[in-house]
């Protein structure tokens, strides 16, 4: 499992976040050639292998 902690919201932040890929799907004939779980992953590991990043900001 993984702790999740919440903070104080910053300037900048998203307070909610709505995804469909219909309407690229529809007028670009998009498809996605990754499953959600597999993508999560890599965006764990990305953001696990780049954290000065996030930590530059705080």
Same mark, same amino acid.
Not at 12 to 25: L, S
């Given at each position: *499992?993984?702790? @999740?902690?919440?903070?104080? !919201?910053?300037?900048?932040?998203?307070? @909610?976040?709505?995804?469909?890929?219909?309407?690229?799907?529809?007028?670009?004939? !998009? @498809?996605?050639?990754?499953?959600?779980? *597999?993508?999560?992953?890599?965006? !764990?590991? !990305? @953001?696990?292998?780049?954290?000065?990043?996030?930590?530059?900001?705080?």
């Amino acid at each position: *499992d993984i702790a @999740v902690t919440y903070g104080e !919201w910053r300037p900048g932040d998203q307070p @909610v976040c709505i995804m469909d890929i219909t309407k690229a799907g529809r007028e670009l004939g !998009w @498809v996605p050639t990754m499953g959600v779980r *597999d993508g999560v992953e890599q965006l !764990w590991n !990305w @953001v696990r292998d780049n954290r000065a990043l996030f930590e530059a900001g705080e």
